[in-house]
């Protein structure tokens, strides 16, 4: 029996033709094979602009700075995700302030966001967290009415829809990843869509150094004089990259249906296993099933870890409470208790193999490993 792996890349002969195809071309930084990506990508979102950057970090950030968003100003986020959603917001020179999540979905609480806002708050940035949506509805009417900025952490939620809502449908911005184990991936890279044309034009200018011209446009027209109206940010994709996440367009959709099948067949068989619950499915909602987590109840999250990883399971935590770790303790003087929901889930969370192409017998294999790492004290007795 060989390893599970936790995730596998499924890029192969379409992204090496794609690639060939970008090599032929004397065009290697952002030309015409990202502008096409990008149209694509839009059509497949269903929103009127992509902007293509260099990561979903830059994405976040380029979000806030183009909402002028900064020094003296307050984000709202969630204290349960990748680190990145807040260090955007440091980078953005913005403070984060953490609104507690639902127990169900470990998302963003609307209600937890509504006490939380100040005079001085600006934005709310919720996660999708593992590809199931926030209730966008809620959060926009938060938003509107104290007038703030709505910006999606999308980055795992690229195939999600919540009652007919998909990334960046009711947000000024939907923030993308195409990190290297992400649903889209080409390594490094990320996006934002946006159905306003002038915040597109902005991030636009604010990706590439404020410039007037590119050498897409170079290569178009010649030489021509730019200017730098604005100070910006070199953030800019290549053709390299999306030459690379092209043709996974194509696959977005058969991969998620293959997905499901692992969900449901992981649903099914864990439903049998004490000891651990599943997060709650939202209503009328398309689960972008990007990561497979589960919560181990009963303080044996950490003992679950090891177990599985000594039976050749690889696992990962997405995510232990944010404001718990030491740079956000050491800097704003974050506790325990600070957020008692995050920081449950937090201590319960365990992301299980989960991959398109994963074979279902490693499933079995998986939740064998944790039957029998949840009942040590009965196989001793036998
Ligand atoms: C991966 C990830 C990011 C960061 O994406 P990069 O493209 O690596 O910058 C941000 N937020 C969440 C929730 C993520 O999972």
Redesign the pocket.
């Known amino acids: 029996m060989g390893s599970i792996p936790f995730y596998l890349h499924d890029l192969g002969q379409a992204e090496l033709d794609s690639l060939a195809e970008v090599l032929a071309g004397p065009i290697l930084t952002t030309g015409a094979t990202v502008e096409r990506f990008e149209r694509r990508f839009a059509e497949y979102l269903g929103c009127r602009n992509v902007v293509t950057v260099s ?6 950030h380029l979000s806030l700075v183009a909402l002028g968003i900064g020094p003296g100003d307050e984000v709202i986020t969630t204290p349960m ?2 680190i ?2 807040a260090t955007a917001i440091l980078q953005a020179g913005a403070a984060p302030v953490f609104a507690d999540v639902e127990p169900g979905t470990g998302n963003l609480d609307p209600t937890q966001v509504a006490a939380s806002v100040t005079s001085r708050t600006r934005a709310i940035l919720p ?1 999708h ?1 593992y590809g199931q949506m926030c209730d966008m509805h809620a959060l926009r009417e938060v938003a509107d009415r104290y007038r703030l900025a709505l910006i999606e ?1 999308a ?2 939620c690229v195939e999600g829809e919540r009652e007919g809502i998909r990334p960046g449908a009711m947000s000024e911005t939907a ?1 993308f ?3 290297a184990t ?1 649903n889209l991936a080409c390594g ?3 996006a934002l869509a946006t159905n306003d044309d002038g915040l597109a034009r902005q991030l636009r200018l604010l990706r590439l150094h404020g410039m007037t011209k590119t050498a897409a446009d170079r290569a178009r027209e010649g030489y021509q004089h730019w200017d730098m109206v604005a100070f910006g940010w070199k953030y800019n994709l290549d053709n390299i990259h999306a030459a690379l996440l092209l043709p996974q367009l194509d696959r977005l959709e058969s991969k998620w249906r293959l997905r499901q099948v692992l969900a449901e067949k992981y649903r099914a068989r864990l439903d049998h296993i004490s000891g651990i619950r599943l997060p709650d499915l939202a209503p009328e909602s398309r689960h972008a099933l990007h990561l497979f987590p589960i919560w181990v109840e009963g303080g044996r999250r950490d003992h679950v870890i090891r177990g599985l990883q000594e039976r050749g399971v690889p696992v990962m935590v ?1 995510y232990r409470a944010m404001h718990l770790l030491s740079y956000f303790r050491e800097t704003y003087g974050f506790r325990e208790g600070d957020y008692p929901v995050a920081e449950a889930l937090g201590s319960e969370t365990l992301s299980l193999p989960f991959y398109p192409g994963m074979p279902e017998e490693q499933v079995e294999r998986v939740c064998q490993a944790l039957e029998s790492t949840l009942r040590p004290a009965r196989r001793r007795a036998a």
């Open positions: 990561s979903c970090t830059a994405a976040l995700t990748f990145a959603t996660v967290l952490d980055a795992h923030c990843s195409f990190y992400k490094e890279g990320g997405n």
